[in-house]
């Protein structure tokens, strides 16, 4: 009978995780919670490529701002307050969210954006790091 399933010990399976119990717990009273605004980061020739996803997002209601070394993206979906009582049940989310990306190593003057289709393309152009050449020190 051994031979026919694969005998695994329940050892690890019954060790106590508190974390992952408060995890659980976490998930059961807020619910799952996904980032609002899900990004991808990819490498191109000299530039770094974020793409966030923002679907059901007017142009309009995007802004991206660079402060203080850090780029920031916003979006704002407002609610339809007359139909809200008409609803059985609202999944999409509403209200303002916000990404903050550090801009270290970028060339912030020549950062471009495009809106297209529901997600945001920024393009995030690296600085050129210029190989120090030396020099000769003089010694008295």
């Known amino acids: 009978m051994f031979g026919l399933t694969p005998f695994r010990s329940n050892f690890y399976v019954?060790?106590?995780d508190p974390f992952k119990e408060m995890e659980e717990f976490e998930k059961?009273?807020?619910g799952q919670r996904t980032p609002a605004m899900k990004t991808d980061i990819r490498e191109a020739d000299g530039a770094y490529i974020l793409d966030c996803d923002l679907p059901g997002?007017?142009?309009e209601d995007v802004s991206a701002e660079i402060k203080n070394g850090y780029l920031t993206i916003r979006a704002e979906r407002k609610t339809d307050n007359e139909t809200a009582d008409s609803y059985l049940r609202r999944e999409?989310?509403?209200g303002s969210f916000s990404r903050t990306f550090d801009l270290e190593g970028i060339d912030a003057e020549?950062?471009?954006a495009t809106f297209k289709d529901g997600v945001l393309s920024v393009n995030l152009p690296k600085l050129e790091v210029k190989a120090d050449e030396g020099r000769k020190v003089e010694i008295n």
Do not use: G
Request: net charge positive; no cysteine.
């Open 14 to 16: 019954s060790a106590y």
């Open 92 to 94: 999409r989310s509403y």
């Open 110 to 112: 020549a950062i471009t």
């Open 28 to 30: 059961r009273f807020f």
């Open 57 to 59: 997002f007017a142009r």
